[in-house]
């Protein structure tokens, strides 16, 4: 968290890994003001839901198909968990 004009601004980051191959989450994008963040995390859980097998843990998920999907589309308002565009047929919606 960090502050600006006294607004708390918040980074995102997902992933991770623990024991010998241990790792801290990676950045997906810029800063966000706190009123932000839900919206963030809401895009990247539709990114998620998206792109994920069938029964696939996000975390598998993240590995397979990697950062750049949540990059580019955590900050685009056009993915939402409410929006039909980005969901597969053959998915469904169940976490």
Not at 79 to 87: A, F, N, T, Y
């Amino acid at each position: 968290m960090s502050t600006r004009k006294c607004e708390e601004y918040f980074q995102i980051a997902i992933g991770w890994a623990r024991g010998k191959a241990s790792a801290l989450g990676k950045a997906i994008g810029p800063s966000v003001r706190a009123e932000e963040v839900p919206d963030v995390i809401e895009r990247s859980m539709a990114i998620y839901l998206h792109y994920r097998e069938v029964e696939e843990a996000f975390i598998d998920t993240l590995g397979r198909i990697c950062l750049a999907p949540f990059k580019e589309g955590a900050y685009d308002r056009g993915w939402s968990l409410g929006r039909q565009e980005h969901e597969r047929p053959d998915q469904d919606r169940r976490w």
